[in-house]
């Protein structure tokens, strides 16, 4: 224990430390630990039948290709209420199981301009909205600058906001490919079912997810590319902006060329 720190610290790191891992309420006074209750041994309620005509197994959990479920169901969705019914009903990705919301979107789905984040952080994932976070509040001023907005009506100046995955890795990990080779088929049905003009693809996680590409964000920023044939710009990420203010000057570069695609049309 460090020489400044009373038990009242201690107590309050330990309790914003649960908060962070989602625990939200309290069942009883004392804790309990199960590990050392008595071990029950499961009893089958009846003796087992005579073997009978032999049933095929179910399929085991490891036969499951957790990237060929969400292409079928993210494909079977026609729209986008359907899409986030199907990706709450969607359990191969444990990071469900540590998130307080699934955030799925936020803006005006009839936007010319779509864009791509990379997760949830905690902020996001208590409003279960995206890019809400100190992050998103950069992210809002900068797309002000260029006279676009998520509340903007008109869908020349509106935005449409999601994330590659829906919800918050805990600690803000980055997340890891199988999980995002998991959303990448509920993110392209997205993208089909917004059909916007041109993607932002705002980060390293995003660019690289939707571009299939190892290639560093600060290359690949500034440069028009093409995903699902439709144009788009990767941008450096406004987390990273906050880290690395003097690189706000390429961020402001984008949004100009942003601007300069939007008035010469589609
Ligand atoms: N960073 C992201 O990429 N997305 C969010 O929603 C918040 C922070």
Partial sequence: MAPWQTDWDIARTAL?????????????????????????????????????????????????????????????????????????AYDHCDLKLGARNLVFADGQPNARVMIVGEAPGREEDRQGKPFVGEAGQLLDRMFAAIGMGRDNPDPAKALYITNILPWRPLQDRDPSSDERAMMRPFVQRHIELTDPDILILMGRVSAGTLLDTT??????????????????????????LLRNPPMKRHAWEDLLSLQARLRGGK
């Fill in 16 to 88: 914003d430390w649960q908060l962070e891992m989602g625990v939200d309420e309290a069942i009883c006074d004392a804790p309990i630990s199960r590990y050392e209750l008595p071990h029950k041994r499961e009893t089958p309620p009846h003796p087992p039948a005579s073997p009978g005509p032999a049933t095929p197994a179910p399929a085991l959990a490891q036969d499951v290709d957790p990237v060929a479920v969400a292409r079928g169901l993210a494909e079977s969705a026609s729209d986008l209420a359907a899409l986030q019914a199907a990706l709450a």
């Fill in 215 to 240: 290639e560093g964000i600060t290359r690949l920023r500034g440069q028009w590319c093409k995903v699902m044939g439709r144009p788009c710009l990767p941008m450096l990420h406004p987390a990273y």
